[in-house]
């Protein structure tokens, strides 16, 4: 049995799909309100169990816990809950995969573990983190990597909440990039009206670097590394600097604002999610870049396919015991080939620059 919890909403509902896709194991669908979602799901998920189930209530969450294998838990906010989920699961032990993460996670790495725990098992952090590892694998040696990633959306009031969580999160430091094997403060800055090959329109670029980037720099041998958020839309850029510091005073009214923000920007526009990356390093004793692009319909959708993909892999056995984020798994390959019509995705023989100038050649 697999457990879903949130398994109605967006994210949820995908990752429920994809696990009733895979057939090998019956779903169990959790939330609140279970019985609303069944009216409207039942068709589509005719041998599902619908279970009420409150992460806050530790008889409610045993009840749904047991005789399952797995959990998939896409309830938010993921920083406040994950970590709870997460031991309940390992007290009972099932296998557990959350879309989100909690900072308390990072304090069950390493103890044994009798149980596969991932975390940060969606689109961003997540998949986000094997992508680069991936492409790197058609290299003898990596040198260099850009990366930029974005989507338009709108949050739900959970997402935003785990967003601005990460944005303010200690892990993650604005400007900062990998420069001659190291991090380094301040070495980049924000790019307003930037043009990116498969963007419909110019995006803002906010360069990051979070424990997830450290990690894939150090784990690649990377000389210099640079990560961009891109932002598309005039409401959320000047939103975002407002309420960065709001979020540790009023985190409501930030989140409520990042919400309408999104919201506005959103309007009328079709949603995505994009990631390019690109790599220059040395193959067969010759420099060679190639570029990365993946594309999917929603953030949502992305990630309830990861986490959903993230969980298969637990079940075949493709995860070793223990507590860890996505993007550190062994091998990415099996989970990003599981995504299948989820996303486009392409490696071209090209820099990103290259890519634009053929991108608005065709246009």
């Given at each position: 049995?697999?457990?879903?919890i949130?398994?109605?909403?967006?994210?949820?509902?995908?990752?429920?799909?994809?696990?009733?896709?895979?057939g090998?194991?019956?779903?169990?669908i959790?939330?609140?309100?279970?019985?609303?979602?069944?009216?409207?799901?039942?068709d589509?998920?005719?041998?599902?169990?619908?279970?009420?189930?409150d992460?806050?209530?530790?008889?409610?969450?045993?009840?749904?816990?047991?005789?399952?294998?797995?959990?998939?838990?896409?309830a938010?906010?993921?920083?406040r809950?994950?970590?709870r989920v997460?031991?309940?699961?390992?007290?009972?032990?099932?296998?557990?995969?959350?879309?989100?993460i909690?900072?308390?996670?990072?304090?069950m790495r390493g103890t044994?573990?009798?149980?596969a725990?991932?975390?940060a098992?969606?689109?961003t952090?997540?998949?986000?983190?094997?992508l680069?590892?991936?492409?790197?694998?058609?290299?003898?040696?990596?040198d260099?990597?850009?990366?930029?990633?974005?989507?338009?959306d709108?949050?739900t009031?959970?997402?935003?909440?785990?967003?601005?969580?990460?944005?303010?999160?200690k892990?993650?430091?604005?400007?900062?990039?990998?420069?001659?094997?190291?991090?380094?403060?301040?070495?980049?800055?924000?790019?307003?009206g930037t043009?990116?090959p498969f963007f419909?329109?110019?995006?803002?670029?906010y360069?990051?670097f979070?424990?997830?980037?450290e990690f894939?720099a150090?784990?690649l041998?990377l000389r210099?590394?640079?990560w961009?958020?891109?932002?598309?839309?005039e409401?959320?850029?000047?939103v975002?600097e407002?309420?960065?510091?709001?979020?540790?005073?009023?985190?409501k009214?930030?989140?409520?604002?990042?919400?309408?923000?999104?919201?506005?920007?959103?309007?009328?526009r079709?949603?995505?999610?994009?990631?390019i990356i690109?790599?220059t390093?040395?193959?067969?004793?010759?420099?060679?870049?190639?570029?990365?692009?993946l594309q999917?319909?929603?953030?949502?959708?992305?990630t309830?396919?990861t986490?959903?993909?993230a969980?298969i892999?637990?079940l075949e056995g493709?995860?070793?015991?223990?507590?860890?984020?996505?993007a550190e798994?062994?091998?990415?390959a099996k989970?990003?080939a599981?995504l299948?019509?989820t996303?486009?995705?392409?490696?071209i023989?090209c820099?990103?620059d290259?890519l634009?100038q053929?991108?608005?050649?065709?246009?």
């Open positions: 049995m697999i457990g879903i949130g398994g109605y909403g967006d994210v949820g509902l995908q990752a429920a799909r994809m696990l009733k896709e895979w090998k194991h019956p779903l169990r959790g939330g609140r309100n279970p019985e609303l979602a069944q009216t409207k799901l039942a589509e998920f005719p041998h599902a169990e619908w279970v009420k189930v992460i806050e209530d530790e008889k409610s969450m045993k009840s749904f816990l047991h005789g399952c294998e797995l959990i998939v838990n896409c938010g906010p993921s920083h809950i994950a970590a997460a031991g309940m699961c390992l007290s009972m032990g099932c296998h557990h995969v959350d879309a989100g909690d900072e308390a996670l990072e304090m044994p573990q009798s149980t725990v991932l975390y098992a969606g689109a952090p997540g998949l986000s983190g094997l680069p590892r991936w492409l790197a694998t058609s290299f003898d040696k990596v260099s990597m850009v990366y930029y990633t974005g989507a338009l709108r949050f009031a959970a997402a935003a909440e785990d967003y601005l969580t990460g944005v303010a999160g892990d993650n430091e604005p400007l900062a990039a990998w420069k001659n094997g190291a991090r380094r403060s301040a070495a980049l800055r924000r790019r307003p043009a990116l419909p329109r110019e995006v803002a670029l360069p990051y979070d424990a997830e980037a894939v150090t784990t041998s210099d590394g640079e961009y958020i891109a932002i598309d839309g409401y959320v850029p000047p975002l407002e309420i960065r510091p709001l979020f540790l005073t009023d985190w009214s930030a989140v409520k604002r990042l919400c309408t923000a999104t919201e506005l920007d959103a309007a009328g079709q949603k995505y999610i994009n990631f690109q790599l390093g040395i193959k067969n004793g010759a420099g060679i870049i190639r570029t990365l692009v999917a319909d929603r953030p949502s959708i992305l309830g396919s986490a959903a993909a969980g892999a637990v493709e995860i070793p015991f223990g507590v860890r984020p996505l798994i062994p091998d990415p989970v990003i599981r299948g019509s996303k486009y995705l392409s490696i023989e820099s990103v290259d634009l053929v991108v608005e050649g065709e246009i």
